[in-house]
């Protein structure tokens, strides 16, 4: 992709929409997986995991994939995350680290009030 005919301002700006409409895909990639989940789709189709459908279908590494599936499950139990993943205060890293946590913590049957 060739952008030297773009000025400086329209290059600024577009990589700014460019990363607004990343966070928006990326919200509702989270959604759309998550009612695959939960219909089993990935099982009827042959995958016997959710991972292996991000990896052999959606073509996310290993890594990737892991970090939205633990980044769906999040936001699966807090919806109200939404809108911090859409205007970037929460990534994916951040989602996938917070689940870890509380997965971690529920195992050792810590609970939350």
Avoid: C
Avoid at 10 to 22: S, V
């Amino acid at each position: 992709m060739n952008l030297k005919h773009l000025s400086n301002e329209h290059l600024w700006d577009h990589a700014i929409d460019l990363a607004a409409k990343e966070r928006e895909t990326t919200l509702q990639l989270l959604w759309h997986v998550r009612e695959i989940e939960k219909r089993r789709l990935h099982l009827i189709r042959g995958f016997d995991s959710l991972h292996t459908y991000f990896v052999k279908v959606l073509k996310f590494s290993s890594g990737a994939a892991s970090r939205r599936i633990e980044a769906m499950h999040l936001l699966r139990d807090f919806p109200e995350l939404a809108p911090k993943i859409q205007d970037g205060t929460f990534n994916l890293t951040n989602l996938s680290q917070a689940q870890q946590f509380f997965r971690e913590e529920k195992k050792a049957g810590v609970q939350y009030a």
